[in-house]
């Protein structure tokens, strides 16, 4: 019989079912209780303008409406695809990552890229946004994308070290527009 590993992880889409987990996720990032990211609070990479949401099941609805161009609430932004990464062993939510279909308007192109992610803090240095990456990326796979670009702060070295890992080829560094921040900016050939 086949054991499973306990970190063995899964990439589902965001439903009602983990709205209590998207906000204990949140919390992590923020210290009021995880209130702050609903109240227009800071936003979490890989979690598609969470900010903006008043509660969880509108943030859940609004990822289904950006899979498809027909029902894409902004014309301006491209389609994506959010999971929540849930670790099988419990099916506690670990992360989060969002598969942009097209990389549309300056931001994505320079500073986004295809995917963005996060691992919520008490999760960290576990392997799991390797791992996390490398699911998202078979999705990239199966849209039929044949290369994706993704992009992390250049102090930021455990995205970086996850790039690397799943085969990031590194092309430029630039200068972050609001942020301040430089940029490096990795392609993966799928």
């Known amino acids: 019989m086949k054991t499973e590993r306990i970190n063995t992880i899964k990439l589902i889409s965001p439903s009602n079912e983990y709205a209590e987990q998207i906000v204990e996720y949140c919390a992590e990032f923020y210290a009021d209780g995880g209130k702050a990211i609903f109240d227009g609070g800071g936003?979490?990479?890989?979690?598609?303008?969470?900010?903006?949401?008043?509660?969880?099941?509108d943030w859940i609805e609004s990822c289904r409406l950006y899979?498809?161009?027909?029902?894409?609430?902004?014309?301006?932004h491209t389609t994506a695809t959010q999971?929540?990464?849930?670790?099988?062993?419990?099916?506690?939510?670990?992360?989060?990552?969002q598969?942009?279909?097209?990389?549309?308007?300056?931001?994505?192109?320079?500073?986004?890229?295809?995917?963005?992610?996060?691992?919520?803090?008490?999760?960290?240095?576990?392997g799991y946004a390797k791992e996390q990456l490398r699911l998202?990326?078979?999705k990239a796979r199966e849209y039929g994308l044949d290369q994706v670009l993704l992009c992390c702060a250049?102090?930021?070295?455990?995205?970086?070290?996850?790039?690397?890992?799943?085969?990031?080829?590194?092309?430029?560094?630039?200068?972050?527009?609001?942020?301040?921040?430089y940029v490096e900016r990795y392609w993966i050939q799928l």
């Open 67 to 76: 899979e498809k161009y027909d029902t894409i609430p902004n014309r301006e």
């Open 43 to 57: 936003k979490i990479q890989g979690m598609a303008h969470i900010q903006n949401f008043d509660n969880p099941f």
């Open 83 to 97: 999971y929540l990464t849930v670790r099988e062993s419990d099916n506690k939510v670990i992360g989060a990552i």
């Open 154 to 181: 250049n102090t930021n070295a455990g995205s970086r070290q996850t790039i690397l890992a799943n085969g990031g080829k590194y092309e430029s560094t630039i200068l972050g527009g609001e942020s301040g921040l």
């Open 99 to 126: 598969l942009r279909h097209e990389l549309i308007g300056h931001e994505l192109l320079n500073f986004g890229g295809h995917i963005g992610y996060s691992i919520r803090p008490s999760e960290r240095r576990k």
């Open 136 to 138: 998202c990326l078979e």
